[in-house]
């Protein structure tokens, strides 16, 4: 059985750094499952298609043309890697996410990179719904203070507008919708560690995950 990681936590809480720098250490393969719902929003925003519109988006997201090249990400062969980053792209994300059956229409997706030796994967419900057999499952959160704060010298580092008040409304936001959805609820489900990483640097979460990624590595050959 190929091993799964999987890191689950609310927006900004650091999950995709953590979660690339554990697969690069264990030669993994790296899924940022929350990409998926990003590329389905921009995809949806370029065709017009209302946020309401569950019959289309779904078509949408399971006829999505990606390819993950060498760091950046084609959709439909245009190069769209910064474009799925900005924080409406990430709103509507969240709202894309909830409806039902596109999270059903990108799941074979994600479950198609599962691949030897290993795969760590990013998301909200990684550990829940798409490998719950995964044999390492961290929660990664943080205050929404420190994630709006992380969130801001991101975007500034980027050279993009970015204001601390506006970040903690649309974070809180987000983790509101993320939380109280139907489907696949963002939460920290059964058997997975928590890692709250408000007081920690970006290298002690890593090292800390790939302590319980070692562990669990061995207890499950
Ligand atoms: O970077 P950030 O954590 O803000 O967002 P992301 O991981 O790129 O995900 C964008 C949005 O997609 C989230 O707000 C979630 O609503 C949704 N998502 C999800 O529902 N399930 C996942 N496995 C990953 C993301």
Do not use: H
């Amino acid at each position: 059985m190929i091993p799964v990681i999987a890191i689950d936590g609310p927006s900004a809480s650091g999950k995709g750094t953590v979660a690339q720098r554990v697969a690069d250490a264990l030669g993994f393969y790296y899924l940022d499952s929350g990409s998926l719902y990003r590329l389905t929003a921009l995809a949806a925003f370029r065709a017009d298609i209302p946020l309401d519109d569950a019959k289309a988006l779904t078509a949408l997201a399971g006829n999505l043309q990606i390819r993950f090249e060498n760091g950046e990400i084609l959709l439909s062969d245009q190069n769209v890697t910064e474009d799925i980053r900005s924080e409406l792209c990430g709103n509507r994300a969240s709202r894309v996410a909830a409806v039902p059956a596109v999270r059903a229409a990108l799941l074979a997706r994600q479950r198609g990179w599962r691949r030897a030796p290993g795969l760590v994967a990013d998301g909200r419900d990684m550990a829940t719904v798409v490998f719950p057999d995964a044999i390492l499952k961290v929660f990664l959160t943080a205050s929404v203070e420190a994630r709006a704060l992380r969130r801001y010298n991101q975007l500034k580092d980027k050279g993009n507008p970015a204001n601390m008040s506006d970040l903690l409304r649309d974070i809180a936001e987000r983790d509101l919708r993320d939380q109280t959805r139907a489907v696949a609820p963002l939460q920290k489900g059964m058997g997975a560690q928590l890692l709250d990483t408000t007081q920690l640097t970006i290298n002690q979460a890593v090292d800390q995950v790939l302590e319980w990624a070692k562990s669990a590595l061995v207890s499950s050959s």
